[in-house]
């Protein structure tokens, strides 16, 4: 692939992404109401995706050999009871993200 080439896909990507972020704010602006199936998927499809990155993320941890899963299960409880006091998604994803690496570099 050439330097041309390149750029053009790049730049598709960039229109393509910005046309999906910016479509929403443009059909459903403050004077529009969205549609009830819309406001369902708003409220329903972000707990359902993280339950699948849960499940994807452990689909391949054997917790019948070694100290497999372990770290995986502490941290899974200390995400769970961190989001269930602060109740903020992002503090709960990063502060989980870094027990879960300290757990496997300094203690498994």
């Known amino acids: 692939m050439d330097t041309q080439q390149k750029i053009i896909m790049i730049s598709m990507a960039v229109v393509g992404t910005m046309f999906t972020r910016f479509?929403?704010?443009v059909l459903f602006s403050g004077k529009r109401?969205?549609?009830d199936y819309i406001l369902y998927l708003g409220?329903?499809?972000?707990p359902a995706i993280f339950g699948m990155l849960v499940?994807?993320?452990l689909k391949d941890v054997s917790f019948l050999r070694g100290t497999r899963g372990?770290?995986?299960?502490i941290a899974i409880l200390f995400i769970f009871f961190i989001h269930r006091w602060?109740?903020?998604m992002l503090l709960s994803i990063s502060l989980g993200?870094?027990?879960y690496m300290f757990l496997i570099q300094f203690v498994f």
């Open 23 to 25: 479509v929403p704010f």
């Open 33 to 35: 109401k969205a549609p």
């Open 43 to 46: 409220q329903n499809l972000p």
């Open 55 to 57: 499940i994807f993320s």
């Open 70 to 73: 372990i770290p995986e299960l």
């Open 86 to 88: 602060k109740r903020q």
């Open 97 to 99: 993200t870094f027990f």
